[in-house]
């Protein structure tokens, strides 16, 4: 006769962090990616009823509303209230193979106790990637221009185009007037940087006559 399973007593503390922080959150512009072809292939999806599919479709779109993002409470009482059921039929929801929560496990977020999916987190994570892209993209777009208009500027101060097309020489510039100065970059900006390039020494002698 086998010997009964040994149970394990089980702490927050032995819960996986969650990756995303309380922080982070999703605008207007930001969306998460449905994989419908993976959501067909899913044993939910084939063996799950029409109920049970659609609560945890709600879940996964209720998920990105919550703190952290892609997280649900780990709570009967609110689990409950998401889903619009009684707190006796989701406790059997939860305790369902095929259930609603199929694969939503406990995790820790700054000490508190979520439930977490590991596709919903990827998503989530793939979300913000996206959009961490696309701030970068415009910030370099950003960056662009600026450049593009100090050596503008150079130009119109006589200043000679293998000068102005000194990569570092400009960036170097660029990053003295950012420290240094606030607002719209004027006439007077650019002459207050070629100045301090000049009596920094970046350029060469024969690259600045002062006039």
Known sequence: MS???RLVAVTPGD???????RDQS????SFVKWQTARWLSSRTFKLASWEVQGMARALFDLCQTERPIGTLPD???ELAAMLRVSQVRLRELRAMDLGPLRNWSRCLSDGVVRLAHPVVTEQIQDALDRRAMAQLSKEQKAVAVRLERLRKALLANQIS??????DL?????DEWIEATH????????YR???????????FGREDWSGG
């Open 182 to 189: 606030r607002g719209n970059r004027t006439a007077a900006v």
């Open 161 to 166: 185009q293998a000068v102005v097309a000194d």
């Open 169 to 173: 020489l400009i960036r170097r510039m």
């Open 3 to 5: 010997a009964a399973p």
């Open 15 to 21: 819960y996986p962090a969650y990756p995303i922080g």
């Open 192 to 202: 207050s940087a070629i100045l301090h390039a000049a009596q920094s020494r970046w």
């Open 75 to 77: 709570d009967d009482e």
């Open 26 to 29: 999703l605008d207007g512009h």
